[in-house]
């Protein structure tokens, strides 16, 4: 028998607080105390552990969720589930604590869809593009297609999530367009906003909510007081420090203004970030600098600004990485971000372009772009609140808060290290839960991306309704995610050549011949089941295991997603190879019914778990099945309802990029789908699932009844207005079913058109 008493004096810290072990039980134990006011570091780790807490008050957070308890509480921890034990109370709080290891509930923790479930909103961020060219596939490849596919999927497994961008007016680079265009920043950005917006609907991919800053109402106001809160003794204070100017016009340079040796790599740089190694500078620390107007080496200057010392942030942001996803190359930039004995940046710049600091001291001066960008994200949620009647604050960030954003690597510095500096000057109670996904640099024929240089293909030229998915297909196929990926026309036309067209479209429409010869067009039912036929069943399932993994939080991967949707149709194909020496064999029939099935249940399978990928695919393929387009993400395989009517091979899935004549070959929605009411359903689906995102809509819903406020059925009544120049009353909007209200907007549109 062990007998263990709590010894005050025996404590020594550990993960934020005090711990001591117990020594000789069966599992390892200890004793915890976490002092008034202080809390554990948020860590997860493969063993169960338990806490019972002996003495005092205060909230456990796991996984983002907060629990307050007692003296009295028991809590388990499955594994991987963060936790961090915070004290709210006035006394120390006293825990016994134990844990275990088990690898079979270390397995199942792993995949579990529930611990990384967030259960709360989750605003879901692709850097907002700089209005200084249209996107490329460079662009589009990175933040916009994945920060997409994020949103569809969550949607899809039923959590509220959302996708935001905009357009970052206030970069340098604005500046340095309209000059070389001779119009002014405003005229440069409003026009490549407009661009970018386009392009990304040509993509498939519509924000939520989209904040052009240098014309988003309070926008400026918001930023100067999230600014101001920033400043202060021992955070951002404005001081004279060294900088750049031109020596022939005396220009104040940095960003795009000059370029050098960068002092983390040593390689080719611009001013205050390096695209290849991601340190930042402060253009006073690049060697050999140069201006890039005059091209002559810039003066030393010195010049009152904004400094943030952000050298002294290194353990706050060593907290924060450990509180979401933060993948290991954030966490190493961060490591050679904060070796350097003392780093401050200016976070402030002589600038016309941008929003100038409230103070006075600051006149002459704008916020530097990136860290207002920081408040941008918090005014869009708040501005996506305002949309969906919920209170949501900039200036009081909420503490169940998911943020998840998506950025080039070269944006790490920013996102990752600066961001959660200012946040904790400007919020220091907020602990922001966010998750990093990033994206090395795509090439283009082995060289970068670039939109000044113009070695760019842009979405406009490859984009059209017949090629969408393939391009989406493709970019998520070879998207650059742990390493730098090289993008070719002529690899990609091959791609989809070879495998959707010749692969996925050939099994569809020889799957839908068959089904007609031998079924009159409709699916069979699965009959006798031969051994062959459990395994492809069993790997069905698997491979649906598996998508699943490469789209939850933890492991996402376009990448990974992608190659599973091959995986998958390969396979099939091989399966239906060798069950069809069965066709046409009367004592087998019963036998090869079911390979059909099974087949169908592939093409099923295919249409659900690609629709976060290719949306207009997997619509066009559930028609094809005689189903509906999935509305959440399958749990298992599952049969084609037997009886449906099958028409794959009537339906065209995908195009040759080469040979396809658009006026010909434009595979959109089957016939029969582009009804008007259908479109106009569609249309109510998509502004009310933003309205209303956590409710799935049918037409026999009426909207007072959903809980919809009438501040909410005012917006639709507008967006109605605007976009289809089609007036319907409150009272119908709020009172009749959503079918009908979709009727009554197609007949009232073919009235005003006929
Ligand atoms: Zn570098």
Not at 221 to 232: D, I, K
Not at 472 to 490: D, G, K, M
Not at 666 to 679: C, I, L, T
């Amino acid at each position: 028998m062990i007998i263990h008493r709590y010894d005050a004096t025996r404590m020594s810290k550990q993960f934020g607080i005090d711990i001591s072990s117990i020594d000789g039980m069966d599992f390892p134990a200890g004793w915890g105390r976490v002092r008034p006011g202080e809390r554990s570091d948020s860590h997860q780790h493969d063993e169960t552990e338990m806490f019972v807490i002996i003495a005092g008050e205060g909230v456990l957070i796991v996984d983002g969720h907060r629990y307050p308890v007692t003296a009295g509480c028991a809590a388990q921890f499955a594994p991987f589930e963060s936790h961090v034990l915070e004290n709210t109370g006035d006394k120390d709080i006293l825990f016994f604590l134990q844990y275990r290891r088990d690898a079979d509930s270390a397995r199942r923790s792993a995949s579990s869809q529930e611990r990384q479930d967030p259960r709360r909103p989750q605003f879901v961020f692709s850097t907002p593009p700089t209005p200084n060219g249209d996107l490329h596939l460079g662009h589009l490849s990175g933040p916009y297609l994945g920060a997409d596919v994020y949103v569809r999927y969550q949607r899809m497994i039923g959590n509220p999530a959302w996708h935001m961008t905009g357009s970052d007016d206030y970069q340098s680079y604005v500046v340095a367009l309209a000059e070389r265009e001779n119009t002014t920043p405003a005229a440069a950005a409003q026009h490549f906003s407009r661009e970018i917006l386009q392009t990304l609907k040509m993509m498939d991919i519509e924000p939520d909510h989209y904040t052009v800053t240098n014309d988003a109402p309070g926008y400026a106001q918001g930023a100067q007081r999230f600014f101001s809160r920033t400043l202060g003794e021992d955070k951002v204070i404005f001081a004279e420090s060294a900088a750049l100017r031109d020596a022939q016009n005396g220009k104040y340079l940095y960003e795009v203004d000059v370029s050098g040796q960068c002092p983390g790599c040593g390689g080719a740089t611009n001013g205050n970030i390096c695209e290849e190694c991601g340190e930042p500078n402060v253009v006073t620390d690049m060697a050999q600098p140069l201006s890039k107007r005059s091209q002559l080496p810039p003066e030393h200057t010195r010049v009152a600004r904004y400094l943030l010392p952000l050298h002294r942030f290194e353990q706050q942001i060593a907290e924060h990485h450990k509180v979401g996803r933060v993948p290991a190359r954030m966490r190493e930039l961060a490591h050679r971000v904060f070796s350097r004995p003392e780093f401050t940046v200016p976070v402030s710049h002589p600038s016309e372009w941008g929003i100038a600091p409230a103070e006075a001291e600051g006149e002459g001066q704008v916020i530097w772009v990136w860290p207002e960008m920081s408040y941008g994200f918090l005014y869009d949620i708040e501005q996506l609140g305002k949309k969906i009647n919920r209170p949501w604050s900039a200036d009081e960030p909420g503490k169940d808060w998911k943020i998840v954003h998506f950025f080039g690597y070269d944006n790490s510095f920013y996102h990752s290290i600066l961001y959660p500096a200012l946040y904790h000057l400007a919020y220091p109670e907020w602990q922001p839960d966010i998750d990093y996904h990033y994206n090395e640099f795509y090439l283009l024929d082995g060289k970068k991306f670039s939109t000044s240089r113009r070695h760019a293909v842009w979405g406009k030229e490859i984009l059209a309704p017949q090629s969408v998915d393939a391009v989406r297909f493709y970019l998520c196929l070879t998207r650059p995610e742990q390493e730098r990926t090289n993008f070719r026309l002529a690899q990609w036309e091959e791609e989809v050549r070879d495998t959707l067209l010749g692969e996925w479209q050939d099994w569809l429409h020889d799957l839908g011949e068959r089904v007609s010869t031998a079924y009159q067009g409709n699916a069979p039912d699965a009959g006798i089941w031969t051994k062959e036929h459990v395994a492809f069943w069993a790997r069905l399932n698997g491979l649906l295991q598996a998508i699943t993994d490469a789209l939850n939080p933890d492991g996402f991967s376009l990448r990974s997603a992608a190659r599973h949707l091959k995986t998958l149709v390969t396979e099939t194909r091989a399966f239906s190879r060798s069950q069809q020496q069965l066709a046409g064999i009367a004592q087998w029939r019963d036998e090869y019914r079911t390979a059909v099935a099974l087949e169908l249940a592939a093409a099923n399978l295919l249409s659900a778990v690609a629709q976060p990928l290719m949306p207009r695919f997997s619509a066009r393929l559930a028609a094809a099945l005689g189903n509906e387009t999935a509305q959440s993400w399958p749990q298992q395989a599952q049969l084609v309802t037997p009886g449906n009517r099958i028409t794959l091979q009537e339906t065209p899935f995908f195009c040759d990029p080469q040979a396809c004549d658009p006026q010909e070959c434009v595979p959109q929605e089957p016939a029969g789908q582009e009804q008007p009411s259908d479109v106009h359903w569609q249309w109510l689906e998509e502004k009310l699932g933003v309205l209303l995102p956590e409710t799935r809509l049918h037409p026999t819903h009426v909207l007072s009844q959903l809980g919809a406020t009438s501040l909410m059925t005012v917006t639709l009544q507008y967006q109605l207005l605007h976009e289809y120049q089609v007036d319907v009353p409150l009272e119908t909007l709020l009172n009749q079913p959503l079918g009908e209200i979709a009727g009554h907007i197609a007949r009232q549109q073919q009235g005003a058109t006929a």
